[in-house]
């Protein structure tokens, strides 16, 4: 069923009475956008709209409507070399329905081209992306956790030939290289972004041979809860250890709790987000448009 054929929901405002452009967005707009967001209720860092367009702001797209309000987006940056995401994808509610996602998302794929492209969706969107877009359906199960309060009560604090660094320096192009390897495309333009973040804090297991053993990223979101942006690591007990400190270190999720999209490959990984008390609400569905060369077994969240 397309979009256009659905039933009008409840309070809905007819588009024919609201003008509005679908366009890339100026910096100068992206809080409005920020603001559609929070409204929504995306699981986003309040940092990550910055880096995004720093990155490609071109694939910054939303409908903007006469006096500037945002009434709905769909980017697609480029976050890597030849590999955009599209995402972030939403309307107010009461435009919805109407064709003006089907809109956005054709002007988001505009700007991918005939480059590759993922997307992490819910299992009631992946029509859209599979027939129209091309997209195809990645064998990786993945669920959203949370909002929690993790339990930390005999999460494994220290590793013999393991610590835990609080910064990239000394290590970065190793870091470049372990990312790289994991997500199987280079993103070295985001993340050089994404450690410049000010309420985004890293985490990175080095062992003794200088040998990068993983590494995750944390932020404080639009709602106050902390957001795992990434966690990949050699073996569970290497994540074990840097999701334990990225949850002591970062003050929101004592306060707020914590979200995030766990990667659920096996019996041991379901074991390993059920020690942190982070249970499942809702599935989610990794889509590409074309395969990569990249090792899933090592990534724990993805975001």
């Known amino acids: 069923m397309s979009e256009e054929k659905l039933p009008l929901i409840k309070n809905a405002m007819p588009l024919e009475?609201?003008?509005y452009t679908i366009r890339e967005l100026k910096y100068e707009e992206l809080p409005r956008l920020v603001e559609l967001w929070k409204a929504i209720g995306f699981m986003i860092s309040g940092d990550l709209i910055d880096s995004l367009w720093k990155c490609d702001r071109a694939g910054i797209i939303a409908a903007v409507a006469e006096d500037g309000e945002v009434i709905g987006s769909c980017c697609a940056p480029f976050v890597g070399e030849g590999m955009a995401k599209l995402w972030l994808h939403g309307l107010q509610q009461q435009y919805r329905n109407q064709g003006l996602g089907t809109q956005l998302a054709d002007r988001a794929m505009e700007h991918i081209g005939e480059a590759n492209a993922y997307t992490l969706c819910i299992p009631e969107h992946e029509h859209i992306y599979l027939n129209k877009y091309q997209f195809n359906v990645s064998s990786r199960l993945f669920q959203i956790l949370g909002p929690a309060v993790p339990r930390l009560?005999?999460?494994i604090t220290s590793l013999p030939g393991v610590r835990v660094m609080e910064s990239e320096r000394g290590v970065r192009e190793l870091l470049l290289e372990y990312?790289?390897?994991?997500?199987?495309?280079?993103?070295?333009?985001?993340?050089?972004?994404?450690?410049?973040?000010?309420?985004?804090?890293?985490?990175?297991?080095?062992r003794d041979d200088n040998q990068i053993g993983g590494y995750g990223f944390i932020s404080e979101g639009l709602h106050g809860a902390a957001i795992v942006r990434h966690l990949s690591a050699d073996s569970i007990d290497i994540a074990e250890l840097?999701?334990?400190r990225l949850f002591r270190d970062c003050p929101a999720v004592a306060s707020k709790g914590v979200w995030a999209v766990g990667c659920i490959q096996s019996y041991e990984s379901h074991s390993f987000f059920k020690k942190f008390n982070l249970k499942s609400i809702h599935e989610m569905k990794l889509l590409r448009r074309r395969g990569v060369d990249n090792d899933m077994s090592r990534v724990y969240v993805f975001y």
Request: aromatic share 2%; proline share 0%; glycine share 8%.
């Open 17 to 19: 009475d609201r003008k």
């Open 153 to 155: 009560t005999g999460v």
């Open 179 to 206: 990312d790289t390897d994991i997500v199987g495309f280079n993103r070295t333009a985001l993340l050089d972004r994404m450690l410049k973040e000010k309420n985004t804090m890293l985490r990175i297991a080095l």
């Open 242 to 244: 840097l999701l334990g």
